[in-house]
């Protein structure tokens, strides 16, 4: 049996795809005794409180005739901001030339987070410009050891 993440992403997605809403996001939490089922969507020109409670709407429609989840819980349709989490192939390749954070599973030369410019991307490395104290320099990061990877925003 999959994930309920998995499950819940198989029953929405056309849902989304019919409001031209892009999936960027499920997470499925517990928080002190509440639990949430988190779906953050985005779209070209960014999501909008109306198109947050439209998904919403949709969503909960497709998925209550059907839930996988037995547990109560909050449903929560959301932008994903401007840290939004680097996931799919497709933001990397979109996070090229920007700000970036990595956390890692395991360190690389010694750090196991990564603040820096996504230089480039492919299926199992990522190269991102890096400062080490005073100097500038490139830092190549396998992705089967990326724990979470999202955009960064730079003041």
């Known amino acids: 049996m999959s994930k309920i993440t998995d499950q ?3 029953m929405i997605q056309p849902v989304l795809d019919d409001l031209k809403f892009e999936l960027v996001d499920i997470e499925y939490v517990k928080e002190g005794k509440d ?3 988190r779906i953050s969507i985005d779209k070209e020109g960014g999501v909008d409180l109306n198109d947050c409670t439209l998904a919403s709407e949709k969503i909960s429609e497709v998925v209550d005739d059907n ?6 819980y909050y449903l929560d349709v959301a932008s994903p901001g401007a840290e939004r989490p680097l996931k799919k ?8 030339d920007q ?3 990595v956390s890692l599973y395991a360190p690389i030369e010694g750090d196991k987070e990564w603040l820096g410019i996504l230089q480039s991307f492919s299926d199992d490395l990522l190269v991102m410009e890096v ?5 500038v320099k490139q830092i190549e990061i396998p992705r089967n050891k990326i724990a ?3 955009h960064a925003v730079m003041i």
């Open 8 to 10: 819940i992403e198989t």
């Open 35 to 37: 639990r949430f089922l």
């Open 67 to 72: 839930d996988p989840i037995t547990e109560m």
């Open 89 to 96: 192939e497709k933001d990397f390749y979109n996070a090229v």
């Open 99 to 101: 700000h970036i954070f």
């Open 131 to 135: 400062k080490d104290k005073s100097k």
């Open 148 to 150: 979470k990877a999202r």
